[in-house]
C-alpha cells in the first residue's frame, strides 16, 4: 500500500530521509524563486488581462499541488508568458479584460485546463502531446514571443492601441508613435535598457569580480526586482501618477476565498477548445523543461504523473483565484541553479509569495505598467529563435514547412489558429512523406551477407530474383503507391522469376497494406512471378498470421535477406562470396 500510495503522491518518495542540509538548499532556492516570482506574476496577469493580484494568487496554491505531485525536483510551476497569452487570445474577444466576467472565465480556464489533463492522465494519453512537434512547439514559442513584445510596447510607450495580431499591432503602433506618452517612455525604455544590460552583462561582470559563479548567475536573474524598485521609487517621488504614467494602482491585501468558478455550460463549451490547447502546449513545455534538468542528475520524469501534477496545479489555481499556468523554463532553470533539491522548494515559494500578499502588497502601488510591461518583453524576446527556422529547414524542409507555418499563422491570424496551422501542416506533411515511402531494389555485397542500395553500393545483383527493400510501415496511404512501384520494378526487370519484399524497415501493415499485399500477389503469380517476403519484425508477423495471406501465398517468408537469395538463387550468392574473396 505505502508503494501504491507513493506512486500517486511522489512527495511521499522524497520526504523519506529529507534532512536540514536539503531544507537549507530547497529555502535558499524558494528565496531566490519567489523574488523573481513577484514581478513576472504580476507581468503575466497583466499580460492575461487580469489584475495584477491575479498573479500572485496563480502562484501559491498550484505549487502547492505541484509539490504533492510532481515528480521533478526543480520545475517551478506558475503563470508563465505563452499560457498568459493564450488565456488572453481565448477570452478577450469574449468579455472585457479586467473585469469581474473576464476573472470567472480565467477560473473556468483553468478548471477546464486541469481537468482535461487530469482526464489525460486518468487514460494516460501523455503521448498526444507527441503530435505538437518540435519545430511547431519551436515556432510557436518563437512568434509568440514575438507577438508578446509587439503588444506590450503599447504600455512602455503609453500608447492607446489594441490588437492581437502583427497584422494589427505593427500599423496601430507606427500611426501612434506621434502620440508616444513620454513619462511613460522614459520608464519603460530605461527599464528595458537596464533589464538588457543585467541579463547580458551583469553575471559576466559579478564573476570577473571573483564572486562565485552560481551566485552571479542569480543576482542576475533578480534585475526585475531592482527595476521594480527604482520605478516605484522614481513614480513616488516624481509624482508621475500625476503626470499620466499608469500605475497597478491599490491590490487587495490578503488572499482569497476558495471557491469553485462559476460553472456556465454555454462558457465552458466555448472555451474548452482553448483549453485542450493550453492543456497540450503547457504539458509539452512542463515536461520539455522537466526532462532537461532531471537528465542533469539522472533522475526520472513520469510524464503520465506529471499531467496529475499540472492538472491538479490548475484545479488549484482555479480555487483559489488564478488562471491558467504550467512549468517555466526561466524560472525553473533559476529554481535548479540555486540548488533546489526537491519540490518542496516549490512549497516554500508559495510560502514566500502567500507573506507578500498578506503584508506587503500596499507596496506594488506605484509600480508602472510601464516596467511590467519590459520585464515582459525582456523575458519573451530570450525564448525567440528564429535562427532555429533556418537550421530546421537545411535539415528537413518539411519540418522547415511546418515551423515557418506555424510563425506566419500566430504572427499573423493569432495564437490559436497559428498552433493549429503548424499541427495540421506537420500531420499533412507526414501523410504526404510516408504516401511515398521510399523503396530501393538491393543487392548482395561482395563477400558478405548484407544487401544494400544498388544505386549506392557496388553489388552483385541476381538476374532473377528482385530483391524490393521498403523503408516505410505499410498503411493506408502508401497502400496503392506500392502497388504502383512494384508493378514498375517488375516492367523494368524483365527477367525476375521471384520477388522478395525485404521488410526490415516495416513496423506495420494495416488492412488496406494487406489487401494492397493480396492484390500485388495475385498479379505476380499471374505473370509466372512468387512473391516472398523477408526480415519479418515480429509484431508484424503475429499480425499477419491471423489472416490466410502466408497460406495464399505462393511464395516464402525468409528469417532474412541472405538466406532468401541462397534459396531462391544460390549461384548468385556463390559468386557474390567469390567476388569478395577475389577482391581481398
Known amino acids: 500500500m505505502p508503494a501504491r500510495l507513493a506512486r500517486w503522491l511522489p512527495c511521499l518518495t522524497w520526504a523519506h530521509g529529507y534532512n536540514r542540509h536539503t531544507a537549507a538548499s530547497d529555502t535558499l532556492a524558494a528565496v531566490i524563486v519567489t523574488l523573481m516570482l513577484i514581478p513576472q506574476s504580476l507581468a503575466y496577469a497583466m499580460l492575461a488581462g487580469l489584475p495584477p493580484v491575479t498573479g500572485l494568487y496563480a502562484s501559491i496554491l498550484p505549487l502547492i499541488a505541484y509539490t504533492l505531485f510532481g515528480t521533478s525536483r526543480a520545475l517551478a510551476v506558475g503563470p508563465v508568458a505563452v499560457v498568459s497569452l493564450m488565456t488572453a487570445a481565448a477570452l478577450t474577444p469574449l468579455f472585457a479584460p479586467g473585469s469581474a466576467e473576464y476573472l470567472g472565465a480565467a477560473m473556468l480556464l483553468a478548471m477546464l485546463s486541469g481537468a482535461i489533463l487530469l482526464g489525460m492522465a486518468l487514460l494516460r494519453l501523455g503521448f498526444l502531446a507527441n503530435f505538437l512537434s518540435h519545430p511547431v512547439i519551436s515556432g510557436f514559442i518563437s512568434a509568440s514571443g514575438l507577438l508578446i513584445a509587439l503588444g506590450q510596447l503599447k504600455h512602455v510607450l503609453g500608447l492607446n492601441i489594441s490588437g492581437d495580431t502583427a497584422l494589427l499591432l505593427v500599423p496601430a503602433l507606427v500611426k501612434a508613435l506621434p502620440t508616444v506618452h513620454w ?20 553575471a559576466p561582470l559579478l564573476r570577473a569580480l571573483g564572486m562565485p559563479h552560481a551566485l552571479a548567475g542569480n543576482l542576475a536573474r533578480l534585475g526585475p526586482v531592482l527595476a521594480l524598485i527604482g520605478a516605484v521609487a522614481a513614480v513616488q517621488w516624481g509624482q508621475l501618477v500625476d503626470a499620466g504614467v499608469h500605475v497597478v494602482g491599490a491590490i487587495p491585501q490578503g488572499l482569497p476565498s476558495l471557491a469553485l468558478p462559476a460553472w456556465d455550460a454555454s462558457l465552458a463549451l466555448t472555451l474548452l477548445p482553448a483549453a485542450i490547447l493550453i492543456s497540450l502546449v503547457g504539458f509539452v513545455e512542463s515536461v520539455s523543461v522537466a526532462q532537461t534538468l532531471a537528465a542533469r542528475h539522472r533522475q526520472r520524469i513520469d510524464p503520465n504523473q506529471e499531467l496529475v501534477a499540472l492538472g491538479s496545479a490548475n484545479v488549484a489555481a482555479a480555487l483559489g483565484g488564478g488562471f491558467p499556468v504550467t512549468g517555466g523554463f526561466a524560472r525553473s532553470v533559476v529554481n535548479y541553479d540555486a540548488g533546489a533539491r526537491t519540490p518542496l522548494a516549490g512549497a516554500l515559494t508559495a510560502l514566500g509569495i502567500t507573506i507578500t500578499v498578506l503584508f506587503f502588497t500596499p507596496l506594488f502601488h506605484n509600480l508602472p ?53 503548424g499541427v495540421g501542416l506537420s500531420l499533412l506533411l507526414f501523410l504526404w512523406r510516408t504516401s511515398q515511402p521510399h523503396m530501393a531494389v538491393v543487392g548482395q555485397m561482395p563477400g558478405s551477407e548484407h544487401f544494400r542500395n544498388i544505386a549506392r553500393h557496388n553489388v552483385i545483383q541476381s538476374p532473377t530474383v528482385l530483391s524490393v527493400r521498403v523503408d516505410e510501415s505499410l498503411y493506408f496511404p502508401n497502400a496503392r503507391y506500392l502497388e504502383d512501384q512494384i508493378v514498375a520494378l517488375v516492367e523494368a526487370h524483365p527477367a525476375t522469376r521471384h520477388l522478395v519484399l525485404m521488410c526490415s524497415g516495416v513496423n506495420l501493415i494495416d488492412a488496406s497494406a494487406l489487401t494492397s499485399l493480396e492484390a500485388i500477389a495475385a498479379r505476380l503469380a499471374t505473370a509466372d512471378i512468387q512473391l516472398h517476403l523477408s526480415e519479418v519484425k515480429g509484431p508484424v508477423m503475429d499480425q499477419l498470421q491471423r489472416t490466410d495471406f502466408l497460406k495464399q501465398l505462393n511464395g516464402e517468408v525468409f528469417l532474412c535477406q541472405y538466406d532468401a537469395l541462397r534459396s531462391l538463387d544460390p549461384d548468385s550468392t556463390a559468386r557474390a562470396l567469390q567476388a569478395g574473396r577475389a577482391s581481398t
Open 183 to 202: 513619462p511613460t517612455a522614459a520608464i519603460g525604455l530605461s527599464s528595458l535598457a537596464f533589464l538588457f544590460a543585467v541579463r547580458s552583462h551583469l
Open 369 to 421: 505598467h510601464a516596467v511590467l510591461a519590459a520585464t515582459i518583453i525582456v523575458a519573451v524576446l530570450s525564448l525567440v529563435d528564429l535562427k532555429a527556422l533556418v537550421r530546421t529547414w537545411r535539415y528537413s524542409r518539411q519540418d522547415g514547412l511546418a515551423m515557418a507555418g506555424t510563425i506566419g499563422g500566430v504572427l499573423l491570424l493569432g495564437v490559436e489558429a497559428g498552433i493549429l496551422i
